[in-house]
Structures are given as C-alpha cells and as structure tokens.
C-alpha cells in the first residue's frame, strides 16, 4: 500500500492499513515541508523463533506505532525514528514488514519457555 506524500496534508489523513495478519490503524499528518508524522495502532500476528528452545510459535502483538516519515533523505539528528523513502511515495506495506522483523530480531519466548521461571532467572 502506497501513499503520496503529496496527498497528506496538515488536516490528519486517516490510514486503515490491513493485510496478512497486520494492522495499522491511524492517521499520517504532514509535519513539515518534507516529513510526515504517523502516529498509529499496531497489531499483529507474527511467527518467531523462540530464543531458547529454538522453536517457532505464533505471538500477538499490539502496541502504539508513530514514527516520522521522510521524503527523501533526513539529514537533522534530533527525530529518532524516521524512516526515509525516495520515490515521493510513502509504503505502508514496507512499515509493516520492518516492523515485523524487528519484533522477529527482538529476544521471543514461547509459552512453555515463559512458564519455566527458572530457567529465565539463569538467562536474564
Ligand atoms: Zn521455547
């Protein structure tokens, strides 16, 4: 899913991103010249590894998603994070799926692991 930048304005735009397990609800507000604020709900399903026994499970997650889109390259350091796109063309597919893998990246524990209290007392 592809937006203009051209098309957001100061007035907040409302996005209803749904497609393969995910959801970003919320609206896309223009900031400056070249940026664009999101500010939204994510929720997903996601398959991760779990980071002990190895194996692969399911995890629901659902949390607040905002971040500073750029059209073209960010140069200030102040925004954390910005994600930057270089063909006037804001991706929401392209949100989702970073977003994704760095839930995948992140330390996943499956719920047999979670319950075994113990064991994460000697990793932690
Ligand atoms: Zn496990």
Do not use: W
Not at 35 to 53: G, H, N, Q, T, Y
Not at 66 to 81: K, V
């Amino acid at each position: 899913m592809e937006i203009a930048f051209s098309k957001i304005k100061h007035t907040p735009t409302d996005l209803n991103f749904v497609e393969d397990g995910v959801s970003i609800i919320g609206t896309l507000t223009k900031q400056s010249r070249d940026l664009v604020r999101l500010e939204s709900d994510f929720k997903a399903d996601v398959d991760v590894i779990c980071s002990r026994c190895g194996k692969e499970y399911r995890k629901s997650v659902a949390y607040p998603l905002g971040l500073i889109l750029s059209d073209g390259r960010y140069n200030d350091n102040d925004e954390i994070d910005v994600i930057e796109f270089f063909n006037n063309l804001i991706d929401i597919t392209y949100i989702s799926e970073s977003e994704i893998a760095s839930i995948q990246e992140d330390y996943n524990f499956c719920p047999e692991c979670q319950e075994t209290d113990e064991v994460l007392e000697v990793e932690l």
